[in-house]
């Protein structure tokens, strides 16, 4: 009977310890796709509601312009400097945003997809050529 538990207990802790290494690994990659994850920062806020997806952030409705006016007046308070900032509201809307910090550019575009009624955001961070 001891040898029974022994093995039932081994056989639950390998279980356990192959679950949590399984979503070790695939959180650790879930965000290979991008350059640079809000959530991991702290200058640079994530628009409340919008969750990631693969490569881009989404968010149920239409709410491209919020999201711009987000980032437009907030990333100024955490050292990003304006360099270019475009919203449209032609067809279905959307925006074009461009901050320095440093030696480094961010380039956040979203817009609303009408289709499936989504507001898809995305991030990108690259080194600035001068």
Same mark, same amino acid.
């Given at each position: 009977?001891?040898?029974?538990?022994?093995?039932? =207990? &081994? @056989?639950?802790?390998?279980?356990?310890?192959?679950?949590?290494?399984? !979503?070790?690994? /695939?959180? !650790? *990659?879930?965000?290979?796709?991008?350059?640079?994850?809000?959530?991991?920062? $702290?200058?640079?806020?994530?628009?409340?509601?919008?969750? @990631? +997806?693969?490569?881009?952030? /989404?968010?149920?409705?239409? *709410?491209?312009?919020?999201?711009? !006016?987000?980032?437009?007046?907030? /990333?100024?308070? *955490?050292?990003?400097?304006?360099?270019?900032? %475009? &919203?449209?509201?032609?067809?279905?809307?959307?925006?074009?945003?461009? =901050? +320095?910090? #440093?030696? $480094?550019?961010? *380039?956040?575009? #979203?817009?609303?997809?009408?289709?499936?009624?989504?507001?898809?955001?995305?991030?990108?961070?690259?080194?600035?050529? %001068?």
């Amino acid at each position: 009977m001891n040898k029974r538990m022994v093995l039932s =207990f &081994a @056989f639950i802790l390998l279980i356990v310890s192959s679950v949590s290494v399984y !979503k070790f690994v /695939l959180e !650790k *990659h879930r965000y290979s796709s991008v350059s640079i994850v809000p959530e991991h920062r $702290k200058d640079l806020p994530l628009y409340e509601g919008l969750e @990631f +997806q693969d490569h881009y952030y /989404l968010i149920k409705g239409n *709410h491209w312009y919020e999201i711009y !006016k987000f980032y437009r007046d907030t /990333l100024p308070h *955490h050292g990003w400097k304006p360099v270019y900032k %475009h &919203a449209s509201i032609e067809d279905w809307g959307g925006f074009m945003l461009r =901050f +320095q910090k #440093g030696d $480094k550019e961010l *380039h956040i575009d #979203g817009g609303w997809h009408p289709n499936v009624n989504e507001t898809e955001t995305t991030f990108d961070l690259n080194p600035v050529h %001068h």
